[in-house]
């Protein structure tokens, strides 16, 4: 070391001096910014030592991290997938028992409020030919079910039962080409034979070339197949062509449109009417209302009397207006503008008015 | 005046005589260029041309013959000069540095007792000078100071010219070795 700067004396004392009066003129000089230039060229120097520095410690750091210390990456992702496919799971089996249980609570309102008497059952395999449309279900004759009976979900026809078991039951799709069922359309009444084509969609025969059919048109159940009671949803009327001497009708089926799971099998079955709307625009079934005292405040004793009308707030306050009105002689709708309104604090005797007519009648009725 | 012989390049260190000077010759003569450089041009302003402190540097250089002491003759003739001059402190400092060292590492290998290798060499210190000057204003005090090439030669000549005249004069001082 010592005989190199020996060696070197004279360029190593210049760099100094040099080097020196560098920083004497930094420490004096500033910038635009007044901003010294030692503080600048020190800054200046040192950042990209520090940059670098910083670079290797994070690259260092890094490369330990990323490679050193991965020993347990590979099963620790094991791991992770192996959760993530247990979740996946987890999710489809939480999916399914949502849909499950809206298509349960479906048939079950269905159930109950069709005339006909009905078995739930749940699908619990298909047919072995590749071809075959053909269902098993897990009710059989234990159950009631025999050979021949409609099976229906509440958007339309499924099938018919072709063989009963003791637990279980075949059931032949209305998609099978051996399927047929008597069918009726809606506005036209026209009638003719649902067939299966082995497809997702069936075929209407026997409808003469006269009658008037349309694309869009329900179809229901005509009961004429003895089989399938009158007024069930078949489906609706995709393509209509004209033929001699039987028209083209080719249906998309309604009853399998959410899947086939559960299934209502007609072990009594009822002939309907057939609605004047269709399925998607059927009226909605309303409820028996609450009995009177349901409603009615507590605190109120005039309200607490028998006989006091059932149905909302708004219902009573028009019951007692009209027997304020009928008290008084005045008949709403008639007075003109300005004159006497009738007293509608006048105090009635007894019970308070008698319901005009009730909001919904009882045991249930549908209003479009 | 005697001067050395047929040729201007030494073939050895050892060929090259190394001038002595006295101690007050080392302290008086540049503290005389410097304050010939500040006073009179304030009379005279025709001789502001000349860059005393600077021949003088170069003169120290190159007849001592060694580079520490010719960059430190550089370094405090320079901060002298800085010091009575707006520039900050190192600036000429630092040419003058560079100029001592240059100066003395290539009086090492020359005859500088030739004349016309005066010439030559103050010419071109001369301008280096300038230019490195022009080089740092800009550089470290971002100033745009305008480097005229023609008239720092025509200068540089001017000063080389008075520069063996004023070499002649310090040769007299020089220590008989």
């Known amino acids: 070391m010592e005989s190199f700067l020996n060696r070197y004396?004279?360029?190593t004392v210049l760099l100094l001096v040099i080097l020196a009066q560098l920083v004497l003129v930094a420490v004096q000089v500033k910038n635009d910014q007044d901003m010294r230039m030692i503080r600048v060229w020190t800054v200046t120097a040192v950042t990209p030592v520090a940059r670098v520095v910083e670079a290797l410690r994070g690259g260092s750091s890094g490369f330990i991290r990323n490679y050193v210390l991965l020993r347990d990456a590979h099963q620790e992702n094991r791991r992770l997938q192996a959760e993530v496919d247990r979740l996946k799971l987890e999710n489809n089996y939480l999916n399914n028992e949502l849909n499950l249980a809206d298509r349960a609570k479906a048939l079950a309102v269905f159930q109950s409020h069709t005339p006909s008497r009905t078995v739930a059952a749940t699908v619990i395999g298909t047919g072995a030919g590749t071809n075959s449309k053909m269902v098993l279900v897990d009710r059989g004759t234990v159950s009631g079910v025999e050979r021949g009976m409609p099976v229906v979900t509440p958007d339309g026809i499924v099938g018919k039962v072709i063989t009963a078991y003791p637990t279980a039951s075949a059931v032949l799709l209305i998609t099978d080409p051996d399927f047929a069922a008597g069918v009726v359309s809606q506005k036209g009444q026209v009638r003719g034979t649902l067939k299966g084509q082995g497809t997702p969609i069936c075929k209407v025969d026997y409808v003469p070339f006269e009658e008037k059919i349309e694309p869009g048109e329900w179809l229901y159940t005509s009961g004429d197949d003895r089989i399938f009671p009158r007024g069930f949803p078949v489906g609706v009327v995709k393509v209509v062509r004209s033929a001699q001497p039987f028209k083209e009708i080719l249906v998309d089926p309604s009853g399998?449109?959410?899947?086939?799971e559960d299934v209502l099998i007609l072990v009594e079955g009822v002939h309907q009417a057939i609605p004047?709307?269709?399925?998607?625009?059927?009226?909605?079934?309303?409820?028996?209302?609450?009995?009177?005292?349901?409603?009615?405040?507590?605190?109120?004793?005039?309200?607490?009397?028998?006989?006091?009308?059932?149905?909302?707030?708004?219902?009573?306050?028009?019951?007692?207006?009209?027997?304020?009105?009928?008290a008084q002689?005045?008949?709403?709708?008639?007075?003109?503008?300005?004159?006497?309104?009738?007293?509608?604090?006048?105090?009635?005797?007894?019970?308070?008015?008698?319901?005009?007519a009730p909001a919904v009648p009882p045991g249930g009725a549908s209003h479009p | 005046m005697s001067y050395s012989g047929g040729h201007i390049l030494l073939s050895s260190q050892r060929e090259g005589q190394v001038s002595r000077f006295s101690a007050w010759v080392m302290l008086l003569v540049p503290l005389a260029a410097i304050l010939f450089q500040v006073y009179v041009p304030l009379f005279f302003e025709f001789l502001s041309f000349l860059e005393m402190p600077l021949l003088v540097v170069v003169y120290f250089a190159l007849m001592r013959r060694s580079q520490v002491g010719g960059l430190l003759v550089g370094a405090v003739v320079g901060l002298a000069q800085d010091s009575l001059s707006k520039n900050p402190l190192g600036m000429l400092g630092i040419v003058n540095t560079l100029v001592g060292y240059f100066a003395a590492s290539v009086g090492m290998r020359l005859d500088v007792d030739h004349p016309l290798i005066r010439l030559l060499l103050?010419?071109?210190?001369?301008?280096?000078?300038?230019?490195?000057?022009?080089?740092?204003?800009?550089a470290l005090l971002g100033q745009s100071l305008v480097f005229e090439a023609q008239k720092t030669l025509v200068l540089g000549l001017l000063n080389a010219v008075v520069g063996i005249s004023l070499y002649h004069f310090l040769d007299k001082l020089r220590k008989a070795s």
């Open chain 1, 9 to 11: 004396r004279s360029i």
């Open chain 1, 256 to 260: 399998m449109a959410r899947g086939l």
């Open chain 1, 276 to 326: 004047d709307t269709p399925p998607g625009s059927q009226p909605v079934f309303i409820g028996t209302p609450p009995p009177a005292d349901a409603v009615k405040p507590p605190d109120n004793p005039e309200n607490a009397a028998p006989g006091a009308p059932a149905g909302t707030e708004a219902d009573r306050l028009r019951a007692q207006y009209k027997d304020i009105g009928a």
């Open chain 1, 329 to 356: 002689g005045h008949k709403f709708g008639e007075g003109t503008p300005g004159s006497k309104p009738p007293d509608f604090n006048l105090k009635l005797p007894g019970p308070v008015g008698t319901p005009a």
């Open chain 2, 122 to 138: 103050t010419f071109f210190f001369f301008v280096f000078h300038q230019f490195f000057y022009w080089l740092m204003v800009r």
